[in-house]
């Protein structure tokens, strides 16, 4: 985690640059998503869930919230790059893996499932 800390970062410049939403649950914050770029292909940059709020809907509630957003800013496909823990998340989500993608840390690999969900804009 330590390697990727500035990479995870969330910053007041980031917030500002980029579609980002929060999950509050009896007042208190438990997990965000952010959306990264714009026009037909929307990034989901980040989706996070706080371990305790896991398996409570959170993070089904913020892509769901995620989707209708990215439609609603004109996306037709959201792109994933997925912690290989998250794939199965995703997939149930209804996304597809289309790829992977190969970062080599301290001299081993580390293989990432690249996923797209597809949205249609709102009627």
Do not use: C, K
């Not at 009896?26 to 292909?41: N, S």
């Not at 913020?62 to 990215?70: Q, V």
């Not at 970062?103 to 797209?116: F, Q």
């Not at 969900?117 to 009627?123: G, N």
């Amino acid at each position: 985690m330590e390697r990727w800390r500035e990479d995870l970062a969330i910053t007041p410049e980031y917030v500002h640059q980029n579609e980002v939403h929060v999950a509050i649950v009896e007042g208190e914050p438990a997990g965000f998503y952010a959306l990264v770029g714009e026009g037909r292909r929307i990034e989901l940059g980040h989706l996070w869930v706080l371990p305790e709020r896991m398996g409570e809907g959170v993070g089904r509630a913020l892509f769901e919230h995620a989707l209708r957003t990215a439609a609603s800013l004109g996306a037709g496909v959201v792109g994933i790059e997925a912690d290989p823990n998250a794939e199965g998340f995703y997939r149930r989500m209804g996304a597809s893996r289309v790829g992977e993608i190969v970062y080599e840390i301290d001299g081993r690999e580390r293989v990432l499932p690249l996923l797209a969900m597809y949205v249609q804009a709102p009627s």
